[in-house]
């Protein structure tokens, strides 16, 4: 690829803005020079779709400014929910054979023409007579789309990672990946649900249920305009009905509807589907791979300011729920950098190409 090279950025463009990191490296060291936020208008991309490109071209040029670097090579990311991501069995096979045999395998698993695809694989395991493959597809028009804000401005990605593959190789990168874990990246408009070890990822999920649901809520039961929305969930959020101090939260929440307190009942009933998708999840991991648990669980994205929702989390969930750090491990520029809870993808994109080039 580009390895040797001085600087890089990498680049995620999500529905609530768009997410930039610039790194350095020497050898296989790494170090974050600088990180980027834009917003952009709501509905500006809508179903995992950019409505409007040219707008999100011009946001793009503003990034040089904010990261107060050049851009240089760019690595970028798709969304997860336009991205099909399963682990295949086939027979062992030499390299020419597999290309084709994908094609045709990767038909029982799209819910999109092959034809219209794009697709990658990564072999995790090989024995005399199969291979284990994880196996990625994603619509072509769907990397057009989000290729097309970039090209505006010249600019043309060397590397397309997937956002899974990023929170791992971050988790790895800090050295939390010994066993299987769960990291559920609330976002603007889903949440994504990725369990893996440094080997495979053995789910990669989508829930339709994220920070703007919370938002849209609070704009419509109290009058409240975005900006104050957006306050609200991070300064009180689910705070007022937890009780002082208290993790366990049931009683509290059960007790929600005899109080009559139907902005906290909204809430906190909105918060409970969001934790029992999220449930259901590990359930399924824990059904379809005989029985095995998971310990730990990071949570990251805007949308985990929510107050409250951690200690609903801690309180639902069987595994030791974390806040994912995305600086633990990682060498920062003196200058400092603007951190937020939003960066874990595009410094998990950095992390994860000095990783691949290392090995």
Same mark, same amino acid.
């Given at each position: 690829?580009?390895?040797?090279?001085?600087?890089?950025?990498?680049?995620?463009?999500?529905s609530?803005g768009i997410?930039a990191?610039?790194f350095?490296?020497?050898n296989?060291?790494?170090?974050?020079?600088?990180?980027a936020?834009?917003t952009l208008p709501?509905?500006?991309i809508k179903e995992?779709?950019?409505?409007?490109?040219?707008?999100v071209?011009?946001?793009?040029?503003?990034?040089p400014a904010?990261l107060?670097?050049?851009i240089?090579k760019i690595?970028?990311?798709?969304?997860?929910?336009?991205?099909v991501?399963?682990?295949?069995e086939?027979?062992?096979?030499?390299?020419e054979?597999?290309?084709e045999?994908?094609?045709?395998?990767s038909?029982?698993y799209l819910?999109?023409p092959?034809a219209?695809a794009?697709?990658?694989?990564?072999?995790l395991?090989?024995?005399?007579?199969?291979?284990?493959?994880?196996l990625?597809?994603?619509?072509? *028009?769907t990397i *057009?789309n989000?290729?097309?804000p970039?090209?505006?401005?010249?600019l043309?990605p060397?590397?397309l990672?997937?956002?899974?593959?990023?929170?791992?190789?971050l988790?790895?990168?800090q050295g939390?990946?010994?066993e299987a874990v769960a990291i559920?990246d609330?976002?603007a408009a889903?949440?994504?649900?990725?369990?893996g070890d440094?080997?495979n990822?053995?789910?990669?999920r989508?829930?339709?249920?994220?920070?703007e649901e919370f938002t849209?809520?609070?704009? *419509?039961?109290?009058?409240?305009d975005?900006?104050?929305?957006e306050?609200?969930?991070?300064?009180?959020?689910?705070?007022e009905?937890?009780?002082?101090?208290?993790?366990?939260?049931?009683?509290?929440?059960?007790?929600?509807?005899?109080?009559?307190n139907e902005?906290?009942q909204a809430?906190?009933?909105l918060?409970?589907n969001l934790?029992?998708e999220?449930?259901r999840?590990?359930d399924f991991?824990?059904?379809e791979?005989?029985?095995?648990s998971i310990?730990?669980?990071?949570i990251t994205?805007?949308?985990?300011?929510?107050k409250g929702l951690f200690e609903?989390l801690?309180?639902?969930?069987?595994?030791k729920?974390i806040?994912?750090?995305?600086?633990?491990?990682?060498?920062?520029?003196k200058?400092?950098v603007?951190?937020t809870?939003?960066l874990?993808?595009?410094?998990g994109l950095?992390?994860s190409?000095?990783?691949n080039?290392?090995g």
């Open positions: 690829m580009f390895w040797g090279k001085k600087q890089f950025t990498t680049i995620d463009i999500g609530s997410k990191a610039t350095t490296t020497k296989d060291e790494i170090s974050l020079v600088g990180t936020y834009v709501f509905a500006t995992g779709k950019i409505v409007d490109p040219s707008l071209a011009n946001k793009i040029k503003e990034l904010k107060k670097s050049g240089g690595i970028m990311t798709i969304p997860s929910n336009n991205i991501i399963r682990n295949i086939l027979p062992l096979m030499e390299k054979e597999l290309k045999a994908i094609k045709w395998e038909d029982h819910p999109f092959v219209g794009v697709l990658d694989y990564l072999i395991a090989r024995s005399e007579e199969k291979m284990t493959l994880l990625v597809a994603v619509k072509k *028009e *057009e989000y290729l097309n970039l090209e505006k401005n010249s043309t060397l590397v990672n997937v956002q899974p593959m990023a929170l791992l190789s988790l790895e990168y939390e990946l010994t559920i609330i976002g889903s949440t994504k649900v990725v369990i440094q080997q990822i053995y789910l990669a989508s829930i339709d249920l994220a920070g849209q809520l609070l704009m *419509e039961s109290h009058q409240l975005f900006l104050e929305a306050a609200y969930k991070k300064e009180k959020g689910l705070e009905v937890r009780g002082e101090g208290g993790v366990d939260l049931a009683p509290v929440l059960a007790e929600i509807a005899v109080t009559g902005h906290g809430l906190s009933s918060a409970r934790v029992h999220i449930t999840s590990l991991y824990a059904m791979y005989r029985g095995q310990n730990k669980t990071f994205g805007g949308g985990s300011r929510l609903l801690t309180a639902e969930l069987d595994s729920v806040r994912l750090n995305p600086l633990k491990n990682l060498q920062v520029a200058r400092g603007n951190l809870e939003e874990a993808v595009v410094l950095g992390i190409e000095v990783i080039n290392a």
